[in-house]
């Protein structure tokens, strides 16, 4: 059973992104080169299906806010674990398409529900 709980404001969510993304643009980070197929895939892949799973949840009024935190941190450490293993296994670039893969078949399907709540069938 699902709560269903009264909208609350998306204004500090909203206000910290914008504050993560000017500083992610003002300081510059890098990553070492060694991290690159785990950031590919728990920060494009993991990260972008769980915000997207959560717009979908928020605008079908069923966002649980430890739901979307299990599911963000779960998907990037499920995807980073599984790179790691391709990598161990000698099947790198198997695994991380795969990941890719699954993870971008749940992206379009978050993105295709939104699109309906947001605009109709």
Not at 2 to 16: D, E, F, K, N, V
Not at 73 to 89: I, Q, S, T
Not at 92 to 97: C, E, P, R, V
């Amino acid at each position: 059973m699902i709560a269903r709980t009264a909208p609350r404001s998306m204004t500090p969510a909203l206000l910290a992104l914008l504050i993560g993304v000017a500083a992610g643009l003002l300081l510059g980070p890098t990553a070492p080169h060694w991290l690159a197929p785990y950031l590919a895939v728990a920060v494009v892949a993991a990260a972008v299906d769980a915000v997207l799973g959560g717009a979908r949840a928020f605008v079908e009024r069923t966002f649980d806010d430890r739901v979307f935190v299990v599911s963000f941190v779960g998907d990037v450490v499920v995807a980073v674990l599984l790179v790691l293993l391709g990598e161990l296994v000698g099947f790198a670039d198997a695994l991380s398409t795969a990941v890719i893969v699954v993870l971008g078949i749940r992206i379009f399907t978050s993105a295709t529900a939104l699109r309906r709540a947001l605009v109709g069938r």
